[in-house]
């Protein structure tokens, strides 16, 4: 998955708890990116970041936080305030060219279930 | 509003064979057109990226068109392997002075049956 690993593979949370995604890169791309994919429906953009220490909210950002400490690394947190969780998370990074043309590689994604 | 639509919702083909799925979108002003596929339970791989000038590109058996005048696209698969059975996104991308957008499409889903 071109050097963009996403853990865990299944992840099973109980309602109210917060739980947080991993994703890193040694792509040494500057840009990454988290999304939610549900079935019959395109991916949904949650955060962004461009560079380490800054990240924009998406178009779905409610109940989600990000952190960007390191360029290799940017964490998704689910909060109990996610009204619908249950998804599958991609992760995603980049060369920041600021138009959307540079390819986003993607990581293999974490199916999240809340029982 | 900006949308991106893909037919059809999904389909089934014979290997061997060729099929052309494809993809509408309404977003303005347009930047670039990237068609995606994505195995089940797998992250997406680019396929093929195309401009406003392009018309079309090819990537092996994979040939995108695109017709930016009426705001079509469609990815031709040629001679179908059992490997392509997949989920095929249309992706566009718009930019303006505020940034870009990237707006997925839902997807197509491919079955390639022996």
């Known amino acids: 998955d071109g050097g963009i690993t996403q853990s865990p593979k299944y992840l099973f949370r109980k309602e109210g708890q917060n739980v947080t995604l991993s994703c890193e890169q040694n792509?040494?791309?500057?840009?990454m990116y988290w999304y939610r994919q549900d079935p019959g429906q395109g991916l949904r953009l949650i955060y962004y970041?461009?560079?380490?220490?800054?990240?924009q909210k998406g178009d779905i950002a409610e109940g989600y936080s990000v952190s960007r400490e390191k360029k290799e690394s940017f964490p998704l947190t689910v909060t109990s305030a996610q009204k619908n969780p249950t998804a599958f998370y991609l992760c995603?990074?980049?060369?920041?060219?600021?138009?959307?043309?540079?390819?986003?590689?993607f990581g293999p994604g974490t199916r999240l279930t809340v029982l | 509003k900006n949308q991106v639509e893909q037919s059809p919702q999904s389909l089934i083909i014979l290997e061997g064979k060729n099929c052309t799925l494809q993809?509408?979108?309404?977003?303005?002003?347009?930047?670039?057109l990237r068609w995606y596929k994505q195995d089940t339970g797998r992250g997406p791989v680019s396929l093929t990226i195309?401009?406003?000038?392009?018309n079309t590109k090819s990537n092996g058996r994979y040939t995108a068109t695109l017709d930016a005048d009426t705001k079509q696209s469609s990815l031709h698969i040629t001679a179908s392997q059992l490997s392509d059975s997949a989920s095929y996104i249309c992706?566009?991308?718009?930019?303006?002075?505020?940034?870009?957008?990237?707006?997925f499409g839902a997807g197509t889903r491919l079955f390639v049956k022996a």
């Open positions: 992706v566009v991308s718009s930019t303006n002075t505020g940034g870009f957008k990237t707006i």
């Open positions: 195309m401009t406003f000038s392009e």
């Open positions: 970041s461009q560079i380490v220490n800054d990240f």
């Open positions: 792509l040494n791309h500057d840009a």
């Open positions: 993809c509408n979108y309404t977003v303005s002003p347009f930047s670039n």
């Open positions: 995603a990074s980049s060369i920041w060219d600021g138009a959307g043309y540079n390819e986003q590689f």
